[in-house]
């Protein structure tokens, strides 16, 4: 090849990049442009990932290895199943503990503009924590107290300025589904687009703000297996064991629920929809840049045909400036989109993050269609005599 | 001694079928080592055509056209590309590429030879645009450089892997007089140290000299052949 088989080969300036770097504005334009399919594939991608995520982030902290739940629940929170249930769970041999677990909305009263809007809860037995986030655990002993909460500071703005009010020193009352609660502490979790925001709270707390029969209904009870139990035979043994109604499921079982759910929900299929709408415009308009830079170009391939260049030896000059555009056109393209998915994300207060599988994914596909366009623009050289494109 | 261009009986045509256009008939021409002969005639009459299928850059149809030693009518691509390689082409617009400089214009040349190092090619590009008189301007680009400068580099270009066959298309079309003189007899010369053959197809009545023959085509035969003398007169 052009470059490969002859000596000392690192030495001689791949023309590729001499054809590209020489018209410094052409390149900038070819540049921006596969920045541009890139920055609209990943946040295309960006907000099908944060849907995704975002609906999964409680089921995905709690800390468990069974969950029991209402067979008919279609997510967490959806049906409840009696909380006396949990203690014949516990009975079953391998379940070392079995907790309860509350999920429910709440009526929220902006405290800034009196406006009611609603708040998702979560309440545990401040003895018995089942949420593999530290600064919950930490704080447990603060949402004991009559009427108190800890507020998820990654709650959308429309709740209120709750966390400033609380760093501030401000010991506001707020409605919380029609009692005055106050703020205790804070943790970060994080919303997605269906729920505003989190408050943990207390058994107690719950059964003050929904009634005796409400707290007598769980929304997941979270059981931990002794060790060396193995985990089928306790699942199968629990289903026996308890009523019909209730189902238990592993943690990657209980996530994939909350998954499927909401990916059949029409945001959901608009979400995927936009994806797919994403990566087609960026395909084309990755295509357009390489088929007219390399048409350009043209002409001075048919010159080296001329002087006995093989078509194989052009094909990998061109296979070269397509490498180089994706690779220089991704770096900003990526850079952008990080930066993109932050704004995104201090917006809404939903996480949207940049997985390196994705960002791969997306690099290997704007390297195979740069290859591609350019191999179909070069075929007009392929066919020709070169005398035809003089 | 073969011949280094030797053609039997070559026709060409463009278009297929009813629609084919014969632009060469019955082409029978040989060209000795050393010889420098000068192809002329009207526009339209087949001698541009003519070059590019001697040059490999155009797949002959019919008849017999030998190519230092390679029969072109039924090659294959392969063949094709190796005798390109082999010849040096020097086009009407000197087609450069834009983006290198006159040395990795030369360079361009030299990158198929096999065996030659990244310093060989610096030395022999170096050595061949100091001979066309270039040897100041080996690190600037086309767009620098005058059209008599620019057709220097393509000519260059074209005898930096010493081939034994020049084959150059109106290489004076864009060039003032002066400029025309210079580069042909410049093409002369170094013709001569390499002892290379040269097929010159040219309009230019100011250049017949240096040729040992001229050869006349129109509509697509070759009428007649002169000695300069008799041509320049």
């Avoid at chain 1, 049906?79 to 677990?101: H, I, N």
């Avoid at chain 1, 002794?226 to 289903?239: D, K, S």
């Avoid at chain 2, 030797?6 to 000795?32: C, M, R, T, W, Y």
């Avoid at chain 2, 170096?126 to 008189?133: E, H, I, K, P, Y």
Wanted: contains cysteine.
């Amino acid at each position: 090849m052009v470059f490969g088989k002859l000596p000392l080969p690192r030495r001689e300036k791949p023309l590729a990049w001499s054809q590209l770097s020489h018209q410094r504005m052409r390149l900038l334009v070819a540049l921006s442009g596969i920045s541009f399919a890139n920055i609209l594939i990943f946040m295309q991608l960006g907000f099908r990932s944060a849907m995704f995520s975002g609906t999964t982030n409680v089921p995905a902290s709690l800390d468990g290895d069974v969950f029991l739940i209402n067979k008919t629940s279609q997510f967490l929170g959806n049906e409840t199943f009696d909380k006396s249930q949990l203690y014949r769970a516990a009975a079953v041999p391998g379940v070392a503990t079995a907790r309860p677990f509350y999920y429910s909305p709440a009526s929220w009263v902006n405290p800034d503009n009196r406006k009611t809007t609603n708040i998702t809860v979560i309440a545990i037995n401040p003895a018995q924590p089942v949420m593999a986030v530290p600064a919950i655990n930490d704080q447990l002993a603060l949402v004991e107290q009559t009427d108190r909460m800890l507020f998820d500071v990654k709650s959308l703005p429309s709740l209120g300025a709750i966390t400033q009010a609380f760093t501030a020193g401000q010991d506001t009352p707020i409605e919380v589904q029609g009692r005055k609660m106050r703020v205790n502490g804070t943790f970060a979790l994080g919303s997605n687009i269906f729920k505003r925001g989190h408050i943990v709270i207390s058994d107690v707390n719950y059964l003050r703000l929904f009634g005796a029969t409400q707290a007598n209904q769980l929304h997941a009870g979270v059981l931990k297996l002794e060790p060396g139990a193995n985990i089928q035979t306790v699942m199968a043994e629990l289903e026996r064991t308890l009523p019909e109604e209730i189902s238990a499921l592993s943690h990657t079982e209980l996530i994939e629920l909350e998954q499927n759910y909401w990916a059949k929900e029409p945001a959901g299929i608009i979400f995927d929809f936009g994806t797919i709408m994403g990566f087609v415009v960026g395909v084309v308009i990755v295509y357009q840049v390489l088929y007219s830079d390399v048409n350009d170009h043209l002409s001075e391939y048919a010159t080296l045909k001329a002087i006995g260049y093989s078509d194989g030896q052009l094909l990998l000059v061109v296979f070269q400036e397509a490498t180089i555009l994706a690779v220089l056109g991704f770096m900003p393209g990526i850079l952008c989109s990080l930066g993109l998915y932050s704004v995104l994300s201090n917006l809404t207060g939903v996480a949207v993050l940049m997985r390196l599988g994705v960002g791969l994914q997306v690099f290997s596909m704007t390297l195979v269609m740069g290859v591609l366009s350019a191999a179909i623009a070069v075929r007009k050289l392929r066919s020709a005599d070169p005398a035809d494109v003089f | 001694m073969e011949p280094v261009v030797n053609i039997e009986g070559l026709h060409h045509a463009f278009g297929k079928g009813s629609l084919a256009k014969p632009v060469l008939i019955d082409i029978n021409l040989a060209i000795q080592p050393g010889e420098i002969v000068i192809l002329t005639g009207p526009s339209g009459s087949g001698k541009t055509t003519l070059l590019s299928l001697m040059g490999g850059l155009r797949s002959a149809q019919q008849g017999s056209l030998r190519i230092l030693g390679q029969e072109l009518t039924g090659a294959g691509k392969k063949q094709l590309v190796e005798l390109r390689s082999r010849i040096g082409y020097i086009f009407q617009a000197h087609n450069l590429l834009d983006c290198l400089t006159a040395q990795e214009n030369v360079r361009m040349a030299l990158r198929l030879q096999p065996g030659l190092s990244y310093d060989d090619r610096t030395t022999a590009a170096t050595a061949m645009l100091d001979a066309v008189g270039l040897g100041h301007r080996v690190n600037y680009r086309p767009d620098n450089l005058s059209g008599g400068q620019k057709q220097r580099v393509a000519i260059a270009r074209a005898l930096v892997t010493q081939p034994k066959l020049i084959l150059a298309d109106e290489p004076t079309a864009a060039l003032d007089s002066q400029s025309g003189r210079e580069v042909v007899q410049l093409m002369q010369r170094l013709a001569q140290e390499q002892n290379c053959t040269i097929l010159l197809v040219t309009h230019d009545n100011r250049i017949l000299d240096i040729a040992h023959r001229i050869i006349h085509m129109e509509d697509g035969r070759l009428v007649r052949t002169e000695s300069p003398t008799a041509a320049v007169v």
